[in-house]
């Protein structure tokens, strides 16, 4: 889970990465990509095939859900056509508890500080993460947002929870597969789970 330091903040506000892999997106020629959730302006972090792309050079974000790539010739359009690229991208979004009670929230000292005393806050209730973008036919492999913590995965789809190794079993600490597609019902699907 990533841990951000917060000092002196007025609203009851979280930040919290986000690491997602986008890869289903390549394939056409579209240089235009949409992340699972709304980012902070400014924080989105883009990697083809590993690489590092740099904002306002290599890419735009438009809004907060999607972004642009910029300056590209034919040579880039091969690539992003390519079976075997990958697009992953990270970005920092906030959340906002809607009730930071202490049972859902531990606040410890970070001692690794320069002499400011900065509040560390983790939430340890279960994060939930709307991949439905990603259900599309054919596929059975999903990805969730972040690395969770393997046993804590619950899956749902339009609001009936599926049978963990009936339904669908965990595929490391960062996806899962369907074993039933026909269990998705409405390309709904939604997954809960403690961040690793």
Do not use: W
């Amino acid at each position: 889970m990533a841990t951000i330091n917060i000092i002196q903040q007025s609203t009851p506000q979280q930040i919290r990465l986000i690491q997602e892999d986008i890869s289903d997106q390549l394939g056409s020629s579209n240089v235009v990509f949409m992340v699972g959730q709304n980012f902070i302006s400014g924080t989105l972090q883009v990697f083809l095939n590993g690489l590092s792309m740099r904002l306002d050079s290599d890419f735009n974000e438009i809004g907060t859900q999607s972004f642009r790539f910029i300056n590209y010739d034919s040579s880039f359009i091969r690539t992003i056509n390519s079976p075997s690229s990958t697009l992953a991208v990270k970005y920092f979004k906030y959340f906002e508890p809607s009730d930071p009670s202490p049972s859902s929230l531990s606040i410890f000292s970070d001692d690794s500080s320069d002499g400011e005393d900065d509040i560390v806050i983790s939430d340890i209730e279960k994060y939930e993460d709307d991949i439905s973008y990603q259900v599309l036919p054919g596929i059975v492999s999903f990805f969730a947002s972040n690395s969770f913590e393997l046993g804590t995965l619950e899956v749902f789809s339009d609001g009936k929870q599926l049978t963990k190794d009936i339904d669908f079993s965990e595929n490391g600490n960062d996806a899962l597969i369907i074993h039933d597609k026909s269990l998705i019902k409405n390309n709904n699907l939604l997954l809960k789970y403690i961040i690793a």
